[in-house]
């Protein structure tokens, strides 16, 4: 016998048949007259996130709403993670609130406007503004040409009509899903210093998690609590293994056997990908000989920035 209950599953089943955590986004889009819309949404989560040219988000809407139009109409965006407030919160729900216009919904909008930094890197170009209050905004490009999106357009308002795309468009009568390149991700310095130096418990941004609209009555969330850390159990593999591996990755790049050493943690599963990696750094830089420092260097993913400061 099943511990279990069989739900029913119905439409909208991530919040009419499930309990399924989200985020709080509030999307920037650019209206007709130029201005900077706002309208917020939890179906948001990472698309491409390794093996591309680009990274990217996937965002899925109604499709008549005021994001999915502008977006069809001029294809930029940026993702604001809001904090958890619950005058923030509350705002979401009322710039959610479907069928007003841009105009209405920002009308009183107590949110703060600024320009992110695609704007000013690109001036000939317009883009939305991004949330001051934000912890974190991805200032982001539609990519309209995956699934052959390019010619859908804005301008139906009572339904498209098919035929619809699998992935990336008009998905649906009433659906559109948006694959949104990622141009760049801007954060409040004090969570910028915390990836670069590592993150400790009291680091991360409050972050509200979203539970839908249940009921026809309410738009339900939880606040904040403190994250915990819970260690990975590691299994080493034998320095042999690995040196077996890097003897065997490239003809011209090697390792030593200190470099080696560096790489005795990483899953058995995951080692040639990693090999691949760091032969592809050090043809990049010249290097025929991969040391520990070398490795060093490769493993600190933000290297760069930290060299800036």
């Known amino acids: 016998m099943s511990s279990f209950e069989n739900l029913r599953i119905v439409d909208n089943f991530y919040q009419t048949s499930a309990f399924f955590p989200m985020p709080t986004v509030i999307v920037s889009t650019l209206a007709q007259d130029g201005s900077t819309s706002l309208g917020p949404y939890s179906l948001c989560q990472p698309y491409y996130i390794a093996g591309r040219d680009y990274y990217a ?15 069809l109409r ?15 919160f509350k705002e979401a729900v009322r710039l959610g609130f479907p069928g007003d216009k841009p105009q209405e919904k920002m009308k009183g909008c107590i949110f703060t406007l600024e320009d992110g930094q695609m704007a000013g890197e690109h001036p000939d170009e317009a883009f939305p503004k991004v949330v001051a209050e934000s912890f974190q905004v991805m200032e982001c490009t539609w990519m309209r040409e995956l699934d052959n999106a390019q010619d859908d357009k804005p301008g139906c308002l009572d339904g498209y009509p098919g035929p619809y795309h699998d992935f990336n468009g008009i998905t649906s009568p009433y659906g559109a899903h948006f ?46 609590r403190r994250p915990r850390a819970e260690l990975l159990p590691l299994r080493e593999t034998s320095l042999e293994s690995v ?14 056997d200190e470099a080696c050493m560096k790489l005795i943690k990483v899953p058995r599963i995951f080692l040639p990908t990693a090999l691949k990696g760091c032969v ?21 993913k933000r290297s760069k920035e930290k060299g800036k400061g």
């Open 57 to 71: 988000m996937l965002l899925c809407v109604r499709n008549s709403s005021n994001t999915a139009q502008h977006l």
């Open 243 to 256: 040196k077996y591996a890097a003897g065997r990755i490239d003809d011209k790049v090697k390792f030593t």
């Open 179 to 224: 694959i949104l390149r990622v141009d760049k991700i801007l954060m409040k310095k004090r969570y910028y210093d915390a990836i670069l130096n590592g993150v400790k418990a009291g680091d991360f941004p409050r972050v509200p998690v979203d539970y839908g609209y249940r009921d026809s009555k309410n738009f339900w969330y939880t606040p904040f």
């Open 280 to 300: 592809q750094w050090a043809k990049e830089h010249d290097v025929t000989l991969i040391t520990a420092e070398h490795m060093d260097i490769i493993n600190d």
């Open 74 to 88: 001029y294809g930029k965006c940026a993702l604001n993670f809001i904090p958890d407030d619950k005058k923030y």
